[in-house]
């Protein structure tokens, strides 16, 4: 048997077609919030989704997840709650929750759109000459690590022709710390037979700028890789209010 919560929560998930109505007083009992739904869709199938805000796109999304309600103010909810329709997806599980209309299969349904999202960008990238497709590569970090309430540090590994071979996570710590180890990094390398490497961390803060201890660890990893021909292209620090390349800062 499905979980009967679950069930409640999303109502039967699928928005059920009206029966036809007997007379007038039955067509104007149908709920208001179904015209509008309809509407949205007409736009959305007609101007395309940059002619609706975030918080429209944001309730079409709602409507299959929450079919019998009105969606608007939940959609509203979220984005005063947590900014963005990107924080609202990027957004921990408990934390969704926490906002008025949002359950757990609903915030889990929304965390698995999110995980989608993040298998398309990542899908922009792999295999793909890196240094040509670098907006695709920024796109694709700052859906996987701009919203993390921990520090991730990330590594994508390139073979000769600059193409990714391989993203991995190689640690995660606190809010504001990550302990990263040289060795293991180039340790990791090698095993890929990679021949470039591109390091990738967050700051759950929000800010992207360097720390002194981020350019330090970005030297020593540079000075290792450098003695085994392992380039480094680039230190990426992704935040929510932008990301910065040590590269172009002049830091390395």
């Known amino acids: 048997m499905g979980n009967r919560s679950d069930d409640d929560e999303r109502n ?12 007038a007083k039955a067509r104007d009992e149908r709920p208001h919030y179904l015209g509008h739904r309809d509407r949205l869709r007409e736009r959305f199938a007609s101007a395309g989704p940059d002619s609706l805000p975030d918080y429209e796109l944001l309730e079409l999304l709602l409507f299959r997840l ?4 009105d969606t608007k103010p939940v959609a509203k909810a979220l984005l005063a709650r947590f900014g963005t329709l990107a924080e609202v997806l990027g957004a921990p599980l408990g934390l969704l929750q926490e906002v008025k209309g949002i359950g757990p299969a609903v915030a889990l349904d929304l965390k698995i759109v999110a995980a989608t999202a993040q298998r398309m960008a990542r899908g922009e ?5 890196i240094l040509s497709s670098w907006q695709q590569l920024l796109d694709y970090c700052r859906s996987a690590m701009a919203f993390e309430a921990r520090e991730q540090f990330r590594i994508l590994f390139l073979d000769k022709k600059n193409a990714l071979i391989a993203d991995e996570v190689q640690q995660t710590g606190t809010v504001d710390h990550t302990p990263v180890y040289p060795r293991e990094v180039i340790k990791r390398a090698l095993e890929l037979s990679a021949t470039a490497i591109i390091l990738v961390h967050n700051h759950p803060s929000g800010d992207p700028t360097p720390s002194r201890a981020d350019i330090e660890m970005t030297k020593e990893i540079i000075e290792a890789a450098k003695r085994l021909g392992i380039a480094v292209h680039d230190h990426i620090i992704i935040g929510r209010k932008g990301h910065s390349s040590m590269k172009g800062l002049l830091l390395i």
């Open 125 to 129: 990238v792999h295999g793909r000459e």
């Open 66 to 69: 929450i079919p019998r309600a």
């Open 12 to 23: 039967f998930f699928a928005e059920v077609p009206m029966r036809p109505a007997a007379n």
